[in-house]
């Protein structure tokens, strides 16, 4: 799906009428969650908390820099031989490390451990990296960063100290360190797709052992066993039936298009393997990607290493009731899951994302509604075009104990919105509930805009939000820009309405709390800010003279007092 573009200039009339907040200095009653995301296997680690001969780079927020696509917008950047070590948080055997090489370079990264050169190496590339989409309206190049992991082949306790040491120019970003459980057996009465004639050597093409265990196994289990499996197109007709591997460290499939269906009779479990691909630009008429279609009703998808694709799952047709949890989607050039609408009761919780090119979470309610469908507790972390989770459209849909960080150019940390992008679309009905949600350095510069998108953002785009929208407990930290937003995206003056906000914490933003730029009104209430930039609330509806909005005073607010009273210029983020 593509980004947000949004035609709409800076300049905004001082005759703009600036609503009277009546915001009073109470101490609020409700506080944010103190914990969001999903319960994880590794402890990260950040290059620039490590010990290294390298070069701190950011923090940075500018649009197609390495710092500012980096976790924690701070990275640490060797030359060949130069060298960063890390101290385990708890024991581990494994990591898994964010990095980015320049352009057209590949290398590797040698592994000491304790100070003793190891066996293992890691390898580096630009292969997934620097992409390019100008048919994105704001898009720069972007994508800096990749993934690579190896196991370290011993048992580590914590406190053990872990170096890299560079090939070539490396810009070390974040590691994670895991202790990976030994290698899970086949399930009785499983069919082995080696049985069946595939090569865990990785050098021949598995395909048709694959189909013909799919096949053999309805209503059961296929197992993949440990190994590398070549897959050169995709599969379909999978349905009533279980692929289960060995784990995502162990079972490995690569293929850049693993199932391609466009309806299933359903019933799919997809259960820890890995499915790594090949995809290394973003094209939107391919479907490269991890699932396109249909798993059907009732399936589930848990377990799963999902790398180098387009999209991790884009899921059209039945897919009612699916489950999707305690996967890692890593380095997709575009979303990391979309339920491109009709998506009743689907359930995505406990994954980590990492990465995308696109929203690395998304309902997108084209064609039919997404309803009663929620994302819950998952954790997003460096999106680097577009939004952590976005809703576009959609019925009765809950958003709920997300840890979302790091968002960069033409997104926000969360965006509950009604831009269609195409027809027929489906807009924001019932109640949109988004709660107990935790944000961290998100929202971004819109070159577009030429000004910021608030970390959390309700978006009258293409109609006026009409659903109930209730926002509660939500934490902010360190937004670069703004926390709340309320705008009307394409720059039409619809009404943003029916909001609700009970409870958050704001801790540091570089402008306002609030920042109004479209009709309508909310009520705010035990809302706490501080360390704000500019000024509680910024309150200029666009364009001139399409009304104002109005923040009702629930009570229990502190830090939103003030109001940016020149609607001709944009306060500047400090």
Same mark, same amino acid.
């Given at each position: 799906m593509n980004a947000h573009v949004r035609h709409m200039t800076l300049a905004v009339s001082t005759a703009v009428a600036v609503a009277a907040t009546g915001l009073a200095l109470v101490a609020p009653t409700a506080t944010a969650a103190a914990t969001a995301g999903a319960s994880l296997p590794f402890?990260?680690? =950040? +290059? =620039?908390?490590?010990?290294?001969?390298?070069?701190?780079?950011?923090? !940075?927020?500018?649009?197609? #820099? *390495?710092?500012? =696509? +980096?976790?924690?917008? @701070?990275?640490?950047q060797l030359n060949?031989?130069?060298?960063? =070590?890390?101290? *385990?948080?708890?024991? +581990?055997?494994?990591?898994? *490390?964010?990095?980015?090489v320049p352009d057209g370079q590949s290398g #590797?990264?040698?592994?000491?451990?304790?100070?003793?050169?190891?066996?293992?190496? *890691?390898?580096? #590339?630009?292969?997934?990296?620097?992409? !390019?989409?100008?048919?994105?309206?704001?898009a720069k190049t972007h994508h800096l960063f990749d993934n690579t992991r190896a196991l370290l082949g011993a048992d580590l306790p914590a406190g053990a100290k872990v170096k890299f040491e560079a090939s070539v120019p490396t810009t070390v970003d974040v590691a994670d360190f895991e202790q990976v459980a030994a290698a899970a057996t086949a399930p009785a009465g499983a069919v082995s797709v080696v049985d069946k004639g595939a090569d865990p050597s990785g050098a021949g093409d598995s395909t048709q052992a694959f189909r013909d265990a799919i096949s053999a196994a309805k209503g059961g289990t296929v197992w993949i066993p440990p190994g590398d499996y070549k897959l050169t197109s995709a599969l379909s007709g999978v349905e009533n039936v279980e692929l289960r591997g060995a784990g995502g460290w162990y079972s490995v499939v690569h293929s850049s298009s693993f199932i391609n269906q466009g309806n299933s009779a359903g019933k799919v479990g997809l259960h820890d393997f890995a499915v790594v691909g090949e995809v290394t630009e973003r094209n939107d008429s391919s479907p490269d990607n991890f699932v396109n279609g249909s798993l059907g009703p009732d399936s589930s998808v848990s377990g799963m290493w999902i790398q180098h694709l387009k999209v991790g799952l884009w899921l059209t047709g039945n897919n009612d009731n699916l489950v999707v949890e305690n996967n890692r989607i890593l380095d997709t050039t575009a979303d990391g899951l979309n339920l491109n609408g009709g998506a009743h009761n689907v359930q995505v919780r406990d994954n980590f994302l990492r990465n995308q090119g696109d929203d690395s979470l998304a309902m997108w309610s084209l064609n039919s509604a997404d309803e009663g469908s929620s994302f819950s507790n998952n954790t997003i972390s460096q999106p680097n075009l577009a939004n952590g989770i976005a809703i576009y459209g959609g019925t009765d849909i809950t958003v709920q104990g997300n840890l979302v960080?790091? #968002?960069?150019?033409?997104?926000?940390?969360?965006?509950?919105?009604? @831009?269609?992008?195409a027809d027929p679309f489906f807009p924001l009905a019932g109640t949109i509930t988004v709660t107990g949600n935790t944000l961290v350095r998100t929202g971004a510069i819109n070159p577009n805009w030429g000004h910021p998108m608030g970390a959390l953002r309700v978006d009258a785009y293409d109609s006026a939000i009409d659903a109930n929208v209730n926002i509660n407990d939500t934490t902010f930290t360190d937004s670069p820009y703004s926390a709340f937003e309320f705008v009307s995206g394409g720059g039409t003056g619809k009404a943003v309405q029916n909001v609700t906000i009970d409870g958050a914490t704001i801790d540091g933003a570089g402008t306002v709390a609030v920042q109004a730029e479209t009709p309508g009104s909310a009520k705010i209430s035990n809302v706490k800010a501080s360390g704000l930039g500019a000024a509680g609330v910024y309150n200029c509806p666009f364009p001139t003279g399409s009304g104002t909005f109005t923040l009702n005073d629930g009570g229990g607010n502190s830090g939103l007092d003030t109001v940016w009273d020149d609607c001709g210029s944009w306060p500047q983020a400090k």
């Open positions: 402890s990260s680690v =950040e +290059a =620039e908390s490590a010990t290294t001969d390298g070069a701190k780079i950011g923090p !940075d927020h500018t649009q197609g #820099t *390495l710092a500012s =696509e +980096a976790s924690g917008r @701070q990275a640490v060949a031989g130069q060298s960063v =070590e890390f101290t *385990l948080p708890k024991a +581990a055997n494994a990591v898994n *490390l964010s990095y980015s #590797t990264l040698a592994v000491y451990v304790n100070g003793q050169k190891t066996a293992t190496t *890691l390898p580096v #590339t630009s292969k997934y990296s620097y992409v !390019d989409t100008p048919w994105i309206v704001g960080q790091d #968002t960069n150019a033409l997104g926000s940390g969360i965006a509950i919105s009604n @831009q269609k992008f």
